[in-house]
């Protein structure tokens, strides 16, 4: 029975880290309507920025976290300014392959500069070893992902729901012509959330260094992940993709834990029954584009 | 003339031989005495121009993108692997269709799961198809030997009469031969009636079956068709250098092969072949300058081709030709550009 709640404990922890690595990508693939395979590379420059604060530099741990968020937003900020933007309206493949150059790219920049080994961030002594609660082990580090992830995902819809800027973004979403039409400066709106998403990606990546490893090649092996995040939660709301990675997560490690040698058969197998039985994702709208 | 003769005129010019084909099918033969000791490196062009082809009937001509064809590379490779190892069919030619059939009924199996849903949803599920598969061969270790891969392959002679040797003269001319004959029906399909009812589902597919095509249907079909190609392609990876290993399903492998699609153009057939030469040209140049980082230039051409623009770079790069024909032969250029993909 411990065992349970340890995996069920595991996978949340999981399932929030991947909602937030993730959920930029929901905006720009799910909202916008662009394909960005490239969202992994924001990930993993928050990742390594942070490990480089706090390894080389001596920064503490909590101190990075922000520069890491800060650092790949604005690296999204600039990108989507220069080369994005002009790829919103081309077809589907060219933005495929638009960001899969991209990811390569970043890929074989970080392998030249940082090495190909897998890096490890230091953490503070107070985030090491787990503690007992009623007999199920609680790890201190995913703890603290949780309460990070769940306040940024409370954050996020309420932004999302209560502000002004939120209420501009559903409706930028929801009609661009008409929604510039009312003055709101659509293209703006655009590339402050898909900074504010790749800044979110770039948390999720230096919290990530512990439990999903980081290395050069991470944006191509979780490019997946966060695609099915996306995919399966639809986009119609924050709500899908968090109820999807947090299915994602816990399916995941329980898979690992019962049949570890069936390995991600059992995810990529869901992802395809999901798609071909809701193929706009378990949560999204009926509508087609 | 009516419109209906006008357009089966206008079809049966276009399906007429050319005479830059032919030449280009001379070159390619010739290549065999122009470069005698580099046959593995040319064997290699010719398996992917194979495989190009097959994503560019999908692609280029159907407009179905996939981030998973070498799904079916993968499943061609390995039931060409096993056939061999085993001894079921010893045979070369016999086996290569075989592994060709067996990929055959994957694609036509899953075909049905990619017709479904959008752009999006095919991709993903395209994707997810090859990972499956992946997954799958590393968990039959005991079968598929695992990341080590097959080993110990032995071909035997093709028909009982041509050995394998070892500079790959033999495999040379085998896959050339296999290619030729591949080319020629795709060529003949693409040219048919339900190639141009293809190109008409590409570009909208609601007026498609406004007019009577049976879209579904037809997309299943150039599926279940490109799925052969791509096995075939992976039947003679295994073929030629007696090896097959877990790296054939992967996603740089799919993603790979859509840059040689984009590099050599899509929607017209020579575009893969194209491609594919200009391709391993481009590996090798950029391996010799930065062995362990070629990655970064291959995405560096990827993102400079999109930006650029597709059809603008053939445009630039079938210039010189088309102003050698126009001063030559002083007609209208017949290198043709290829079709957009805008919708």
Known sequence: MTTLFTILFDGVAYGMLLFVLACGLAVTLGLMNFVNLAHGAFAMTGGYICAVLVNNSGWPFFAALPLAFVSAAAIGVALERTLYRHLYTRSHLDQVLFTIGLTFMSVAAVDYIMGSSRIFIKLPAALEGQFDFFGVGIGRYRLMIIVICGLLTVALQLILAKTRFGSRLRAAVDDPRAASGLGINVPQVFAFTFAFGCGLAGLGGALSAEILGLDPYFPLKFMIYFLIVVTVGGSSSITGPFLASLLLGIGDVAGKYYVPKMGPFVIYTIMIVILIWRPNGLFGRAATR | ?343
């Not at chain 2, 030729?180 to 589902?201: D, Q």
């Open chain 2, 1 to 343: 003339m009516t419109a209906v003769s006008d357009v089966s005129s206008h079809a049966i010019a276009r399906a007429r031989w050319r005479p830059a084909e032919i030449a280009f099918w001379i070159l390619a033969a010739s290549c065999a005495f122009l470069f005698p000791s580099r046959y593995l490196i040319m064997t290699d062009i010719i398996r992917l121009a194979l495989f190009t082809l097959s994503l560019d009937l999908i692609l280029g001509y159907a407009g179905i993108v996939s981030l998973g064809h070498a799904a079916f590379f993968g499943v061609g490779a390995y039931s060409a692997g096993l056939l061999a190892l085993h001894g079921i069919i010893n045979e070369p030619v016999i086996a290569l269709v075989a592994a060709g059939l067996i990929a055959t009924v994957l694609g036509f199996l899953t075909s049905f799961l990619v017709i479904r849903g959008v752009d999006l949803t095919r991709l993903m599920v395209t994707l997810g198809i090859a990972l499956l598969l992946e997954a799958l061969g590393e968990r039959f270790s005991n079968i598929t030997g695992g990341t080590d891969g097959l080993q110990g392959i032995e071909m035997q002679p093709i028909l009982g009469l041509f050995a394998f040797d070892m500079f790959g003269k033999t495999g040379f001319f085998y896959s050339l031969i296999v290619l030729f004959l591949l080319f020629l029906l795709a060529r003949r399909i693409v040219n048919s009636p339900f190639g141009l009812s293809l190109r008409a589902i590409k570009n909208n597919p609601l007026r498609a079956s406004a007019i009577g095509v049976p879209v579904n249907r037809r997309l299943i079909a150039i599926y279940t068709v490109a799925a052969f190609y791509a096995g075939i392609a992976g039947a003679l990876f295994t073929q030629t250098t007696a090896l097959a290993s877990l790296d054939v399903f992967a996603f740089e492998k799919s993603a790979d092969l859509m840059l040689v699609l984009v590099i050599g153009g899509t929607g017209y057939l020579y575009g893969g072949l194209i491609g594919a030469v200009v391709f391993k040209m481009l590996q090798e140049v950029f391996q010799t300058i930065t062995p362990q980082y070629w990655l970064f230039w291959i995405g560096l051409v990827l993102v400079v081709i999109v930006l650029v623009g597709r059809d603008r770079m053939h445009r630039w790069a079938l210039w010189l030709p088309n102003l050698v024909i126009r001063q030559v032969a002083g007609r209208k250029a017949v290198v043709a550009v290829p079709e957009s993909d805008a919708p």
